[in-house]
C-alpha cells in the first residue's frame, strides 16, 4: 500500500524557514520522481519542486527557486523540502506527490498535506 506522511508544516513570521518532510512506505523512493505541490488560501494547487531518480535532477517553480530546496533520504525514505526566507504567499497546505516524469505535472499519488502560514 503506497502511502506518503507530511509533517513539519507550522506558524513562522516572514522571513523564517521551517523543513517539511513526506515519508514515504509501499515504494522504492528511487523508482519514482517525488515531488511539492501546495494549495493557497482560494487558489488552485499548485506545482512547488520535483527531485528525480537522481537526486541531483532537480526543479523548482520560479516563486521560490533560490529559496526552497528539495531533498530525499534513500535510507530514511523521506523527501524533504528546506524553505528559507519565507514569504506571506507562501502560505497554504503542502502535498507530497508521487510521479514518474521530469516534469511540473502531478501524478496520482498524494499525502494527506500539511499546513504552512507566514505571517508578515
Known amino acids: 500500500q503506497v502511502q506518503l506522511i507530511e509533517s513539519g508544516g507550522g506558524s513562522v513570521q516572514a522571513g523564517g524557514s521551517l523543513r517539511l518532510s513526506c515519508e514515504v512506505s509501499?515504494?522504492?523512493?528511487?523508482?519514482?520522481?517525488m515531488a511539492w505541490f501546495r494549495q493557497g488560501p482560494g487558489k488552485e494547487r499548485e506545482f512547488v519542486a520535483f527531485?528525480?531518480?537522481?537526486?541531483?535532477?532537480?526543479y523548482y517553480a520560479p516563486s521560490v527557486k533560490g529559496r526552497f530546496t528539495i531533498s530525499k533520504d534513500t535510507a530514511a525514505n523521506s523527501v524533504y523540502l528546506q524553505m528559507d526566507n519565507l514569504k506571506d504567499e507562501d502560505t497554504g497546505v503542502y502535498y507530497c506527490?508521487?510521479?514518474?516524469?521530469?516534469?511540473?505535472?502531478?501524478?496520482?499519488?498524494w499525502g494527506q498535506g500539511t499546513q504552512v502560514t507566514v505571517s508578515s
Open positions: 506527490n508521487r510521479k514518474t516524469t521530469l516534469t511540473p505535472i502531478a501524478g496520482t499519488d
Open positions: 527531485i528525480g531518480w537522481n537526486a541531483d535532477d532537480t
Open positions: 509501499g515504494f522504492t523512493l528511487n523508482s519514482y520522481v
